[in-house]
């Protein structure tokens, strides 16, 4: 079985551009999190998506924002780039949604990098 | 404000010793507690999770002690091998705040041959 795939592996930008990353979800799996990886600070949630529908978001500005296509596989967008946006982006997957129990399989992750 | 607080941040152990990661949290809402192993370049795979109505889960070397009045919540890895060196994360949700997954900062394990 397939898991959680997600690309780019590593990006380079600069500050004020924008940048798309992608995630596919492990076959049949509905629900698709987002989360960055700064250096020092763990994991810190961004979105959550299921069935195609935005349902919790972190606590992070606007210009971070995505959407989960009808496949269920989503992007991540987020625009306006600053310095501190660098950080690994996780994204996990998991077969229900808003069961706490659920258990979260992570992609290897985009590494972005904002010069 | 860090939801669930982990320590320490770095641990170094011998081959075969006990591996002790500790972690405590405030909200009692919480009801789901996984613990997530991390290798360089990879994504968290989940390792062990504990629901609060056990003290304790053990799957192979790998034990979660869970302590419901203290907030508290610690993973040990027994006869730790050189194999286990890796970053670990706790971890803590409830169906709350739907699913979110609350993550410690995380314990760079070494396992020393």
């Known amino acids: 079985e397939a898991g959680v795939t997600q690309s780019p592996t590593h990006l380079i930008k600069t500050r004020g551009q924008q940048v798309t990353l992608r995630c596919s979800p492990i076959s049949g799996h509905t629900s698709v999190y987002w989360y960055q990886q700064a250096l020092g600070l763990g994991l810190q949630f961004l979105l959550w998506?299921?069935?195609?529908?935005?349902?919790n978001r972190g606590n992070f500005p606007p210009r971070f924002s995505g959407r989960q296509f009808p496949n269920y596989s989503s992007e991540l967008n987020v625009n306006a780039l600053e310095l501190e946006d660098s950080a690994l982006y996780l994204c996990?997957?998991?077969?229900?949604?808003?069961?706490?129990?659920?258990?979260?399989?992570f992609g290897p992750g985009t590494r972005l990098t904002v010069l | 404000q860090q939801q669930v607080k982990q320590s320490p941040q770095s641990l170094i152990v011998q081959k075969g010793g006990i591996s002790i990661i500790n972690c405590a949290y405030e909200?009692?809402?919480?009801?789901?507690f996984p613990w997530y192993q991390q290798f360089p370049g990879k994504g968290p795979a989940l390792l062990i999770a504990i629901r609060p109505d056990v003290s304790e889960k053990k799957e192979g070397r790998f034990t979660i002690s869970f302590n419901k009045s203290a907030k508290q919540f610690s993973l040990h890895i027994m006869d730790s091998q050189p194999g286990d060196s890796a970053t670990y994360f706790c971890a803590a949700s409830t169906r709350i705040t739907g699913n979110q997954f609350y993550f410690g900062t995380g314990t760079s394990l070494t396992v020393i041959p």
């Open positions: 909200n009692t809402a919480f009801d789901y």
């Open positions: 998506y299921d069935e195609g529908e935005e349902r």
């Open positions: 996990a997957s998991s077969s229900y949604g808003g069961i706490s129990t659920d258990t979260q399989y």
